[in-house]
């Protein structure tokens, strides 16, 4: 009798891994995680549109198989060019919803090497490539609350991107007499490229929006250092605070002053409170990202496409997350992720484990850095598994906000590769410069 092929089943295995592993945890830490996550909840209702130019590098790889081909390159490339985006932040009691879809366009380069086999040579080269690139992207992602704490996750994203350029290949070719000769090419190309990613799934845990109770705390500590204030008062400023800046739509007028005269009056007529001198310039701050307090935990399947190797691969994850505000100054963030895809010419099983720390220096700006620990294996059959390679990423990331619609934001990560299996090496660094409008 033939013994059953485990390769085909380990997706499975692993998924069911992952369920008997949050039953588990649930039993076990359920109570640690009442403790870590805030008992309080944030509203946050936020529109944005911005526009502005950006610049990035990063390393990019494709490949393609087929009965007569198998194709394979690695570039690295610089992207600059102009991008209109728009995000909406929805998070209230039953939900918490993320939308974004952006629109770029610019000229591009990239660099790296190819590697071709076909039925006729084989061709290797370096590579140099200059032209314009054009893409849209969309996202969404949401966490719908059965409870306080219990969700399910639907998250999809997608992209469309078409480069157009002109390439020069210079390398040599092994014909099948196996003749070497010198390879030198120019031609223009047309790419087109797209993907499509899925991820569903159940959670237990809650992450909390602080924004709002960030500018509270700045309030208080500011301007009535010499009082004592306590969490309730610091969360109704909060969420008048909220209840303010919640109302505002992108692109229409609105009065800074009545909406800063509003929490004068709260301070002064409900919390008894000389009213503070905080500017104008001061209220129009605090625009950053979701800052988040609490925990949870999510698992379910997943699956990526792209119409280029690889293809189309699918898996499970199950993923933890930790974020504690400290104070206005401080945030800390660890997010640990385990995952396992299948994919048709292997499986693999990685980790990515984040640690890292934000810094508010004030209303304006913000400082991020950390450290990505990823360790992963390949996986052919139970018994025939590669050793487990290693990698990691040390990120930094600044963002001001120069006046009401002006930001900057720079970004920057050097990927420490053990090989190339899972990560290239090297840096990948965003800078941008936009206006924008909430």
Same mark, same amino acid.
């Given at each position: 009798m033939k013994a059953?092929?485990?390769?085909?089943? !380990?997706?499975?295995?692993?998924?069911? %891994?992952? +369920?008997?592993?949050l039953i588990l945890?649930?039993?076990? +830490?359920?109570? #640690? =995680?009442?403790?870590?996550?805030? !008992?309080?909840? +944030?509203?946050?209702?936020?529109k944005e549109i911005d526009k502005g130019l950006f610049f990035n590098g990063q390393h990019e790889r494709e490949g393609l198989i087929s009965d007569n081909l198998d194709y394979s390159e690695k570039l690295y490339t610089g992207y600059a060019g102009f991008r209109l985006k728009g995000q909406v932040w929805n998070f209230l009691r039953d939900k918490q919803e993320m939308m974004n879809l952006a629109v770029n366009f610019g000229p591009f380069f990239g660099s790296g090497t190819g590697f071709e086999i076909n039925p006729t040579e084989i061709i290797h080269a370096d590579l140099q490539q200059y032209g314009v690139r054009a893409g849209i992207e969309g996202n969404y992602e949401s966490r719908f609350y059965y409870d306080q704490k219990t969700y399910t996750l639907v998250q999809v994203n997608a992209w469309v991107r078409n480069d157009v350029f002109w390439q020069n290949s210079t390398g040599n070719k092994i014909d099948t007499n196996q003749v070497m000769t010198d390879y030198n090419d120019d031609e223009i190309l047309n790419h087109f490229r797209y993907g499509f990613q899925a991820k569903g799934g159940w959670g237990f845990g809650r992450l909390n929006p602080?924004? &709002?109770?960030? %500018?509270? #705390?700045?309030? +208080?500590?500011?301007?009535?250092?010499?009082?004592?204030?306590?969490?309730?008062e610091?969360?109704?400023?909060?969420?008048?605070?909220?209840?303010?800046? &919640?109302?505002?739509e992108p692109g229409v007028d609105r009065k800074t002053a009545d909406e800063l005269r509003e929490m004068k009056e709260f301070?002064?007529?409900?919390?008894?409170?000389?009213?503070p001198n905080f500017s104008e310039e001061e209220w129009l701050m605090g625009e950053f990202l979701p800052r988040y307090d609490g925990s949870r935990l999510e698992l379910g399947p997943f699956f990526n496409y792209y119409n280029r190797e690889p293809d189309f691969y699918y898996g499970g994850f199950l993923q933890f997350q930790n974020d504690k505000y400290k104070s206005f100054n401080w945030n800390r963030n660890i997010s640990?992720?385990?995952? $396992?895809? &299948?994919?048709? /010419?292997? #499986?693999?099983?990685?980790? %990515?484990?984040?640690?890292?720390?934000?810094?508010?220096?004030?209303?304006? !700006?913000? =400082?991020?850095?950390?450290? /990505?620990?990823?360790?992963?294996?390949?996986? $052919?059959?139970l018994e025939n598994m590669e050793p487990? /390679?290693?990698?990691?990423?040390?990120?930094?990331?600044?963002? !001001?906000? %120069?006046?009401?619609?002006?930001?900057?934001?720079?970004?920057?990560?050097?990927?420490i590769a053990d090989s190339e299996e899972f990560m290239m090496p090297g840096?990948?660094?965003?800078?941008?410069f936009y206006g924008s409008s909430y």
């Open positions: 059953p092929d485990m390769k085909k089943y !380990t997706p499975v295995i692993f998924l069911m %891994v992952l +369920f008997l592993g945890t649930n039993s076990v +830490f359920a109570e #640690d =995680f009442i403790k870590l996550d805030s !008992t309080h909840q +944030f509203f946050y209702i936020k602080m924004n &709002h109770y960030m %500018v509270a #705390d700045y309030v +208080f500590t500011k301007f009535y250092s010499q009082q004592l204030f306590s969490e309730i610091k969360e109704n400023l909060a969420a008048l605070i909220g209840e303010i800046k &919640h109302q505002r301070l002064r007529n409900i919390m008894l409170l000389q009213p640990i992720q385990a995952s $396992y895809s &299948h994919y048709k /010419k292997h #499986d693999w099983a990685s980790i %990515v484990a984040d640690f890292g720390y934000s810094y508010y220096p004030n209303l304006k !700006t913000q =400082f991020s850095f950390g450290l /990505k620990y990823v360790p992963g294996v390949v996986i $052919y059959s487990v /390679k290693h990698n990691f990423i040390p990120y930094i990331e600044y963002f !001001t906000q %120069v006046n009401e619609k002006a930001r900057m934001n720079l970004s920057f990560a050097w990927h840096p990948e660094f965003t800078l941008s």
